[in-house]
Every structure is written in C-alpha cells, then in structure tokens.
C-alpha cells in the first residue's frame, strides 16, 4: 500500500439493484488505488439490494481501509443517500457510483492523478453505456448523447462549465469525483426528482473549473428500471429550477472560477452564449425587470433631488 495515497471514499446510494449491486461493489474492488473506505447507502430498497450488498461488503472487507452500510428507515430519495453518504465519509476524495453501474479498474487512479497534477477541485470521464450483460450497448439514441456529449462540449463551448450549464455531461451523479473540501463548499445534493446531480454540479462550477479525462472510466447501465424513464415528466420543473438557480448565484456574486459561466467572466459573449444555449426566457425571467433598457420608474413620476 502505497503511504502517500489519498483515501477515497467511495460512495454507493442504493436502491432496488439486487441484481446489479453485487457487480457494483467487486468494481470497486479492482481498484488500482490501494487506500479506498467503501460507504453503502441502501434507500430502503422492498428487494434484497442491502442483504446483497452487506454479503459483498464483507467477502471483500479486508481490501477497503473502512466499511459503512446503512439503511434508510425509509425512502427517502436519491438526495438523502448521497447526503448521508457524504455525511459518512473520512476521505480526503469523494468518488461516487450508481449501485447499477460499474468502475473501470484506473478509474480512481487517473482521477486522483488528475486532481493533484491540475490543481482542481472535481473530475469526471468518459461514459460507456453498458447493457444488463455489462456489454457496452449503443441500442439507444440516449447512448450517443451520454457517450458524446462531453467532447462536443469541450470543443464548441469556451469551457467545460458552459457546459454543465447546456447539459449534464457526467451523465451520472456516479461519474463525479471531487474533493471533499470541495464538497463542503457546495452543500448537500437539493431534493430534485431529477435533475439533483446536474444541480450539484453546476453549483460546483462557481468554485472549481472541472476537469474531462478524455478515456472511458465509467460503465452507465441502462435497464427496464434507470430513473430518468419514470421521471422524465418533472424535467421541465428541475430544469427551470437548475437554470435560474444558476442564473441567480452568477447575478449577485462573482464565481470564484474564473471560467464559470457568469457575465463577470465572460462580458462580452455571455448574452449570446445565453441564447445560443435556448435558456434567453430563463434569464430574462429574472433580470429582464432590471436591465438598464428596462425603465422600473416612468420618468413623469421622478423627482429631483431636493425638491
């Protein structure tokens, strides 16, 4: 074991995946990075996910510095888990995954290493859609936009948080590694049905420009069971919530990223970008009342100073 490795704490929110979880954690296990504590979140799944992944847990306890599994006493959503996972973590790195997903055995490796060469405060990779086979699968039209995105975002948008403000580009809470002092400073995940990763992340961005590592590291299953399928019908709520929430921090304080996608940044191309990215409504939403070719006081109804 390697003395000067950070540990990582890896942290699994689980539900309803007995058939997955098993294959989830001996991903983990194959880690290159020796110093990892494991933590289980299991949502109070009805199925055998937590007696699943207790079993797993302890043939494989002597490779982890540090075992937690707990259960919710009730379901209480993805949030909650991810919330309680963090809560739970000694770590120096935070590096979550979905319990019906799976790891690439560099994938904590590459992304330590990038996190300390760079300087940075989160990282994330290249995603491979993987069928109940763990086979990589391009069977969906889905699949081209998990698997793509991030690269044309990194291509055509002046950095990687323009791009977090077009899209979720990690596909995944799952594909998201960070620190935890970082982790700190952007709280906890907000009780979205479906969009609480995109959220996190792009709060992330007003701290920490995010790094790509430009391989596939993370294997995202899709199944009869993903929950993007059951709650696409919240979308247009989560996103208008994401998207001004943005729009809102960027308006009144200055990111300390200097590559965040916020006016003071970028003056003299954010408007256009704002359109170019189709969220003009969101914007003018908020702002349009305050923009200086808007008059808040008709001008019969000033009066000067003294009078």
């Known amino acids: 074991m390697q003395q000067n490795e950070p540990l990582v704490s890896v942290i699994m929110p689980c539900y309803k995946h007995e058939d997955y979880v098993t294959r989830a954690i001996e991903s983990v296990v194959l880690q290159c990075h020796k110093r990892i504590e494991i933590i289980i979140v299991d949502d109070h799944s009805p199925d055998r996910t937590y007696e699943n992944a207790t079993r797993a847990l302890a043939a494989h306890k002597h490779r982890f510095v540090r075992v937690v599994a707990v259960r919710n006493a009730a379901n209480m959503g993805a949030h909650f888990s991810l919330n309680r996972g963090m809560d739970l973590a000694h770590g120096e790195i935070l590096s979550f995954i979905n319990s019906d997903d799976l790891y690439l055995p560099r994938r904590i490796t590459m992304s330590v290493d990038a996190l300390r060469s760079q300087s940075a405060g989160m990282v994330f990779s290249l995603v491979q859609p ?16 998990i698997r793509w995105r991030p690269l044309v975002a990194s291509d055509r948008l002046p950095s990687l948080s323009w791009g977090f403000l077009w899209r979720q580009l990690t596909a995944s809470t799952g594909n998201i590694v960070m620190h935890s002092a970082l982790a700190r400073r952007v709280g906890y995940f907000t009780p979205l049905l479906y969009c609480h990763d995109w959220d996190y992340l792009l709060r992330a961005t007003f701290y920490t ?3 790509l590592l430009e391989e596939v590291l993370y294997g995202y299953r899709l199944h009869g069971e993903n929950s993007f399928r059951s709650l696409s019908s919240v979308a247009e709520h989560d996103t208008r ?7 809102r921090r960027v308006g009144t304080q200055v990111p300390e990223n200097h590559l965040a996608a916020a006016p003071q940044n970028w003056p003299l191309v954010f408007d256009a970008l704002v359109d170019d990215l189709g ?12 923009a200086t070719y808007h008059r808040t006081v008709d001008s019969v109804h000033r009066q000067p100073f003294g009078d």
Do not use: K, N
């Open 130 to 145: 993987i069928d109940t086979r763990d086979s990589p699968t391009a069977d969906e039209t889905l699949c081209h936009a």
């Open 209 to 211: 420009e995010p790094i």
């Open 241 to 247: 919530y994401v998207i001004q929430g943005h729009f």
């Open 279 to 290: 969220y003009r409504a969101h914007y003018d939403e908020l702002y349009r009342p305050y």
